[in-house]
């Protein structure tokens, strides 16, 4: 059977993804690391992500890894909040 799926936080900012090939459009980027976190990913027609770009968010949801992008997890986004 699959495993429990995985509910995680984390913070930080919005930006679009450069490559086409990204598995969504849209990443949560560390300027503190300057790395990808997670590729942000939302099942909802209301969630407009580029509302938040370029916003320091904390983002609550499920974390897996795409067949195709081993390296970094997408979330697929449960809660959103913009950080103070």
């Known amino acids: ?14 930006r679009g993804t450069a490559s ?7 990443e949560l980027w560390s300027p503190d690391s300057g ?3 997670n590729y942000l990913h939302t099942t909802s027609a209301q969630l407009d992500l580029s509302r938040y770009k370029g916003l320091r968010i904390i983002v609550t949801g499920e974390e897996s890894l795409d067949e ?17």
């Open 1 to 14: 059977e699959p495993p429990p799926p995985r509910i995680v936080q984390r913070e930080g900012v919005v």
């Open 68 to 84: 195709r992008w081993r390296s970094t997890p997408v979330i697929t986004i449960q809660k959103i909040t913009v950080a103070d």
């Open 35 to 37: 790395q990808t976190i």
């Open 20 to 26: 086409i090939q990204a598995p969504t459009r849209f």
